[in-house]
């Protein structure tokens, strides 16, 4: 029994650092009022100045590897739900596909209140899709791994090769975007991600094979002992911390070559490499007791990380948005990287508090209700 505890416990930590390194990449869209040049490299060349040196450092450690992460955790999360159901005699998806549908529509309703880079949506097709394969078996899983891995992989590497034959590859100007954001109201924003919902939601689109596998992975690693904190689970993650650090790293370090050539194979085929390297490291650092103060801040983060990921959006709109404190465009990336570390502060602060008075987060118990509403009919 105290072994399913920790376990649990360490699941938790994990989406608790995920949702805070997701703030790490998303904060510098809010804080370029939605300007993806400062998170690629399309528009450098040459040496990097100092500000840019920073930025792209932060980036290095967060872009694609925190979302990695957090898609991860999703699968893990879906593996917990499938074996629950089993226990107790449920049948399988059941009312999973109620969980996930719900999860969709928060998703929309974030993306049309908060922010276009929604990753809800995203999330509840994918478990959707999933929970059927899970339901086939390990063989299913396996073939299905093996499918979409080598489909996604051999897509992405053909972009990279487009991208080193042509280096002229650029974004486009982002002037109409930032002024949205500078000067729009937020009803103006709303209309504008309506407006634009389909090219908006693209990337999300194209990113489910991406989910499938990692959801996948997440399965694969809950059932092979990986979260437990025994010799299997420390022998596991070694393996794991050998292949970020000698494959991962080295693969990412390639982020910091101008040009853009290297950025979407890095934020989507290398990054989860690293990813499981960021399991292995906290999955046995977590034994350290010493810091048992940061674990359990972590955890409580990760048991509200629905809430956290909403929060932390909505505040970010105020702070650098126009209709709020007007900050987007005006802050140098050491400001950006304090604002960062202050949010973090401000998120396990709040998830203690209010894990002391309520059960479940704002956001999770709202699920909660709503999916118990389906059970009972």
């Known amino acids: 029994m105290e072994q399913r505890k920790e376990r649990i416990r360490l699941l938790d930590i994990l989406r608790g650092f995920a949702i805070l390194g997701t703030l790490g990449t998303n904060i510098w869209i809010f804080a370029n009022l939605g300007d993806l040049s400062y998170i690629t490299t399309f528009d450098h060349s040459g040496w990097w100045g100092a500000n840019d040196l920073v930025r792209m450092t932060v980036l290095f450690l967060v872009n694609g590897k925190l979302l990695g992460l957090l898609t991860i955790m999703f699968g893990v999360g879906l593996e917990m739900k499938y074996r629950q159901a089993m226990r107790q005699g449920k049948a399988w998806p059941g009312t999973y596909i109620w969980v996930s549908l719900i999860l969709f529509l928060e998703g929309l309703l974030h993306f049309t209140l908060v922010m276009e880079y929604d990753i809800l949506m995203s999330y509840g097709v994918t478990a959707i899709i999933v929970a059927f394969i899970v339901k086939g078996g390990d063989r299913v899983i396996s073939v299905t791994m093996k499918a979409i891995g080598s489909i996604h992989a051999t897509l992405i590497l053909g972009i990279l090769l487009l991208g080193l034959i042509d280096a002229n590859i650029s974004l486009g100007s982002f002037a109409d975007i930032i002024a949205l954001y500078r000067d729009g109201t937020w009803l103006e924003q709303i209309q504008y991600r309506l407006s634009h919902f389909l090219l908006l939601r693209l990337e999300t689109i194209l990113v489910i094979p991406m989910n499938v596998f990692l959801f996948l992975l997440g399965v694969r690693l809950m059932r092979s002992g990986v979260f437990a904190q025994d010799e299997n689970g420390r022998r596991r993650r070694s393996k794991l911390l050998k292949l970020g650090l000698y494959v991962g790293l080295p693969l990412n370090l390639l982020v910091f070559i101008p040009g853009g050539a290297f950025d979407l194979p890095v934020r989507y085929l290398f990054a989860p490499l690293l990813s499981l390297g960021y399991i292995a490291i906290i999955g046995n650092m977590v034994q350290y007791t010493k810091w048992n103060g940061l674990w359990r801040l972590l955890e409580h983060a990760g048991k509200m990380s629905l809430s956290c990921y909403v929060i932390q959006n909505v505040i970010c709109s105020v702070i650098f948005y126009g209709w709020g404190f007007a900050l987007g465009g005006k802050l140098n990336s050491l400001t950006i990287i304090a604002v960062w570390f202050g949010m973090s ?33």
């Open 345 to 377: 502060v401000f998120q396990l602060w709040f998830a203690t508090v209010w894990l002391r008075v309520f059960k479940l987060g704002p956001m999770e118990s709202v699920r909660r209700r709503a999916v118990g509403l389906f059970e009972s009919r």
